[in-house]
Nanobody
């Protein structure tokens, strides 16, 4: 599975962005998918995740109520809607797909929130 993250950019505080993670190579409907982020000089941390069958989502406390993860298995995509963005959300965002046998990471997409 190859993962391609997109949708990052520069936005003002309070603004919104929507990230997308597109999978190719094989269907990833059986994978749980998550978003992680890494700010400069910091470790990569969990942001949100969604189960393979869409019935369960998880969020870091720092983004609850502002970010929404979703997936469209028919289109092999997972989205992350980010609202009310804050400067501390500035980071490179990565998507990750996991199943019983493998872990796949996409390349990152930069999100910069100006104050």
């Amino acid at each position: 599975v190859q993962l391609q993250a997109s949708g990052g950019g520069l936005v003002q505080s309070g603004g919104s962005l929507r990230l997308s993670c597109a999978a190719s190579g094989r269907t990833f409907s059986s994978y749980a998918v998550g978003w992680f982020r890494q700010a400069p000089g910091k470790d990569r941390v969990f942001v949100a995740a969604i189960s393979w069958n869409v019935d369960t989502t998880f969020y870091a406390d720092s983004v609850k109520g502002r970010f929404t993860i979703s997936r469209d298995n028919a289109k092999n995509t997972v989205g992350l809607q980010m609202n009310n963005l804050k400067p501390e959300d500035t980071a490179v965002y990565y998507c990750k797909a996991v199943d019983t046998y493998a872990v796949y990471w996409g390349q990152g997409t930069q999100v910069t929130v100006s104050s």
